[in-house]
Structures are given as structure tokens and as C-alpha cells.
């Protein structure tokens, strides 16, 4: 089946950098991938859906400016987190549809971020 | 390694019918277990999510219970509606904060 990876999987950094992750399709080729947030002992929450090639939709209470998400190719998109703060600190999941006709998507293992 | 099964991977009803949708893992070493739904073209609805200490979650209509030493979860919903037509996965959380995800159970609820 369709394998989608993130990478890093987890990551520690210091309270004011900017961290990126990458979300691939491996074998697919995605026009579509989603970013979702999870907060401890939290419910799975929508950030913002990314078509390839144009700007992503951030969901409300999403700071564009602070997740700048980059979806250049339908193999890849980033998240990346600037000037990020202790209270940024989650778990970041992202997965990735075929194409538009289809309801098809298939999830990365999720990637933790802990900011110190 | 963990693996998430879930049976069956389609199922189509009549409306008004309660169901039950199942989910297994292999492995009892996981943090929470999470049920969620996905509509069509549509990111991911997160619908219950229990803790691996605890034994069910409710909301509204839908049930879920987790039996951690058995590997295995159901979600039951009751009295379904044509609205719940939607593919319904579910996750768990294992150590490094990984998820695994089955592979979904595609529901039709026929009006």
C-alpha cells in the first residue's frame, strides 16, 4: 500500500527557533496533504489542508504566519514551525490524498515536537 | 512491530441498524487508542480517544471500548443515519510517539 513518511519523528529545540518538517508520499504522488496537531491526552486537530501549488487553507485559530506550510511537489510538503515556543510543543501528523477524485488518504506515523 | 487491523473493511447497512466496528493490535504496549472519521475529500474528524488506562468513551451515539490485553477495540453506533457514512479508522499510540493506524472500515448507512 501507499506509504507516507515524516521526518523527523521527534525533535527537541530551544524555545525561538524555527523547526521544519517533511511529509513524503513514497510511492504516490499527492495533490492533497493535511496537517493535523495533537495536544497531550487531546483529540487530533486539523491545521490546515495543502493542495500542491498553491497556499495552504488554515483551519480557524491557526497562525499562517507562525506554520508556514510548503507543498512544491506531490511528493512533498512541509511544516515549518517558526519561532517556536514551549506551548508548540505537540505531536504532528500529516497524510496525503492521490487526487481529487478520490477520498483516499493514507497517514504518516506523526512527528513529536518538544520545545524546550 | 505493531500492527492495526481493522474488520470489516466495508460495510453497508440499512439506516436505523446498530453497528459495530472492530479494531485490533498486536501489540498491548500502547499510550491511548483513538477512533476517528473521514468523509470524502475531508481531513480527519477525531471521535473518541481512550486512554490505555481506561476501558470505554462515550459520545452521543457512539461507544468505544478498548480491551488493551486482548488488543482489541470496537465502536459502536447506535441507531445509524445516512450521515454517518464516512470511513472510520482508528490509531494507537505506541512509545516515540508514533501512531499506527489500521486501515479503515468504509461505512454506508442506506437511508
Known amino acids: 500500500g501507499a506509504v507516507v513518511s515524516q521526518h523527523p519523528s521527534w525533535v527537541i529545540c530551544k524555545s525561538g527557533t524555527s523547526v521544519k518538517i517533511e511529509c513524503r508520499s513514497l510511492?504516490?504522488?499527492?495533490?492533497?496533504m493535511f496537517w493535523y496537531r495533537q495536544f497531550p491526552k487531546q483529540s487530533l486537530m486539523l491545521m490546515a489542508t495543502?493542495?500542491?501549488?498553491?497556499?495552504?487553507?488554515?483551519e480557524q485559530g491557526v497562525e499562517k504566519d507562525k506554520f508556514l506550510i510548503n507543498h512544491a511537489s506531490l511528493t512533498l510538503s512541509t511544516l515549518t514551525v517558526t519561532s517556536a515556543h514551549p506551548e508548540d510543543s505537540s505531536f504532528y501528523i500529516c497524510?496525503?490524498?492521490?487526487?481529487?477524485?478520490?477520498?483516499?488518504?493514507?497517514f504518516g506515523p506523526g512527528t513529536r515536537l518538544t520545545v524546550l | 512491530k505493531q500492527e492495526v487491523t481493522q474488520i470489516p473493511a466495508a460495510l453497508s447497512v440499512p439506516e436505523g441498524e446498530n453497528l459495530v466496528l472492530n479494531c485490533s493490535f498486536t501489540?498491548?504496549?500502547?499510550?491511548?487508542l483513538q477512533w476517528f472519521r473521514q468523509d470524502p475529500g475531508k481531513g480527519l474528524t477525531s471521535l473518541l480517544l481512550?486512554?490505555?488506562s481506561q476501558r470505554e468513551q462515550t459520545s452521543g451515539r457512539l461507544n468505544a471500548s478498548l480491551d488493551k490485553s486482548s488488543g482489541r477495540s470496537t465502536l459502536y453506533i447506535a441507531a445509524s443515519q445516512p450521515g454517518d457514512s464516512a470511513t472510520y479508522l482508528c490509531?494507537?499510540?505506541?512509545?516515540?510517539?508514533?501512531?499506527?493506524w489500521g486501515a479503515g472500515t468504509k461505512l454506508i448507512i442506506k437511508p
Open positions: 497524510s496525503a490524498r492521490v487526487g481529487a477524485s478520490t477520498d483516499t488518504q493514507y
Open positions: 510511492d504516490f504522488q499527492a495533490t492533497t
Open positions: 495543502s493542495n500542491e501549488g498553491s497556499k495552504a487553507t488554515y
Open positions: 501489540d498491548s504496549a500502547i499510550y491511548n
Open positions: 481512550i486512554q490505555s
Open positions: 490509531a494507537v499510540l505506541i512509545d516515540n510517539y508514533q501512531l499506527i
